[in-house]
Nanobody
Framework: QVQLVESGGGLVQAGGSLRLSCLIS????????VGWYRQAPGKQREFVAT???????DYANSVKGRFAVSRDNAKKTVYLQMNSLKPEDTAVYYC?????????YGQGTQVTVSS
């Protein structure tokens, strides 16, 4: 069973940066991708970024050019570098492992961007 534990969230001013980390336990060799989703108050959970096992990355249009997803397979860790943060980036960020149509999430980490 795969478990995902996020860290690195916090409070930052607009224009600032944060780096989220996700430590993965369990076997993700058969996963299609790992990455990040987020959920803002009163909104549905939405896609942020993923990185496939072959290294291809995908980003939501709202974060493209500002966020960067990466993975360190030896450390079984996925990262999300977030730059030029905006108040609308405020959300709980969830690490995700994708197996076909099945998504496994971590418990989430809060990111708050003040204006």
């Amino acid at each position: 069973q795969v478990q995902l534990v996020e860290s690195g969230g916090g409070l930052v001013q607009a224009g600032g940066s944060l780096r989220l980390s996700c430590l993965i336990s369990g076997n993700i060799d058969s996963s299609d991708a790992v990455g990040w989703y987020r959920q803002a108050p009163g909104k549905q959970r939405e896609f942020v970024a993923t990185i496939r096992t072959i290294g291809r990355t995908d980003y939501a249009n709202s974060v493209k050019g500002r966020f960067a997803v990466s993975r360190d397979n030896a450390k079984k860790t996925v990262y999300l570098q977030m730059n030029s943060l905006k108040p609308e980036d405020t959300a709980v960020y969830y690490c995700t492992a994708i197996f076909g149509l099945s998504l496994t999430y971590g418990q989430g980490t809060q990111v708050t961007v003040s204006s």
